[in-house]
């Protein structure tokens, strides 16, 4: 389809080579009529993505290929993307996700009537049970104050007024930070939820859990600035419920260490211990078989505590009180 595109897609990848082509296919599959374009902000991949970019531009005429080196994380990725967009609209999502056929199209009406405008995010439900306790997806099914970047949509002048994604923050919070600033300086924003991406499923790895935890300093950085996402938390000060079980359980550890044989210590552990038990199993994706939540929740427990201490370190930092 020849013309202007009406709206601009910006998808940064990084080493995701095999989900580029179902990713752009979904794309020439959706029903808008009108011309569009896909801008791939490749972010200094190191396996074959830049070839098979150029394959897939031969085969979508829709699509562009950026290349990003060094890679700065994905802030400054769909920064790069959306300052090349030649249309006034802007949808961001992310090479893990597969657009419904519907989504450009809701996102364009949406742009009609507000400034931002954020679609429904759903996990693959034909993978959503090897989740597990530390695997990833996202789920969103209403505006839930955080604007996840792997399906909202912008006016383009309002993120050149907004300057774009702050690239300080690293790989985490930025697009929360812009969804608040775009809300703060008064600008529209709406929820369309058939505007639908579906997002892959990553099974549970502890480890890889692990690597993540300190990316979530980014929340700390978008909260210090945002004050209305308070709201959006535990009792305003808690990153999940998990969190404050969690606290009361290694105080009863530590202060049982002091006196090992009090039976009145033994019992605030064990109490603390259920408690946090509950919270953790009502929070995390359970293990394949319930037995495994034996040796699931000694993990769990290091896993918030991990949490915790990078939450309180940039507390500190930020002077913005979660835990």
């Not at 994604?165 to 369309?192: I, P």
């Not at 009361?248 to 259920?274: E, H, K």
Request: aromatic letters at 8%; one cysteine or more; glycine letters at 8%.
């Amino acid at each position: 389809m020849s013309g202007a595109p009406i709206i601009s897609v910006v998808i940064p990848s990084y080493n995701r080579v095999g989900r580029l082509a179902g990713l752009t296919d979904a794309l020439a599959a959706q029903d808008i009529d009108a011309p569009f374009e896909v801008l791939v902000i490749d972010n200094g991949s190191a396996d074959d993505t830049p070839a098979e970019l150029r394959r897939l531009e031969a085969v979508h005429p829709f699509l562009r290929s950026i290349r990003v080196d060094p890679n700065r994380g994905p802030g400054p990725a769909r920064n790069a993307g959306w300052r090349a967009a030649r249309a006034d609209r802007v949808a961001f999502t992310d090479d893990d996700c597969v657009a419904a056929p519907s989504w450009l199209r809701l996102l364009v009406d949406g742009l009609d009537r507000a400034d931002v405008v954020q679609g429904r995010t759903m996990p693959d439900q034909a993978n959503l049970r090897q989740i597990g306790p530390f695997g990833h997806t996202i789920q969103v099914e209403r505006e839930s104050g955080l604007y996840q970047t792997c399906n909202i949509a912008y006016r383009k002048d309002v993120l050149e007024s907004l300057g774009g994604l702050d690239e300080r923050f690293g790989h985490f919070g930025d697009d929360c930070d812009l969804g608040w600033r775009a809300r703060e300086a008064g600008y529209r924003s709406t929820f369309v939820d058939d505007a639908l991406v579906v997002h892959e499923v990553v099974p549970s790895d502890f480890l890889r859990y692990l690597r993540g935890v300190p990316r979530i300093e980014g929340t700390v950085r978008a909260l210090s600035r945002h004050s209305g996402m308070r709201d959006h938390f535990v009792r305003g000060r808690f990153y999940t419920e998990a969190h404050p079980p969690a606290l009361a359980l290694a105080g009863a550890g530590v202060a049982l260490l002091g006196r090992p044989r009090s039976a009145l210590r033994w019992a605030a552990l064990l109490t603390a211990g259920t408690f946090y038990a509950r919270a953790a199993m009502h929070v995390r994706p359970p293990p394949r078989r319930r037995r495994a939540w034996a040796w699931v929740l000694p993990l769990a427990a290091c896993a918030d505590m991990a949490e915790i201490a990078v939450l309180a370190r940039a507390s500190v930092r930020y002077r913005t009180l979660l835990l």
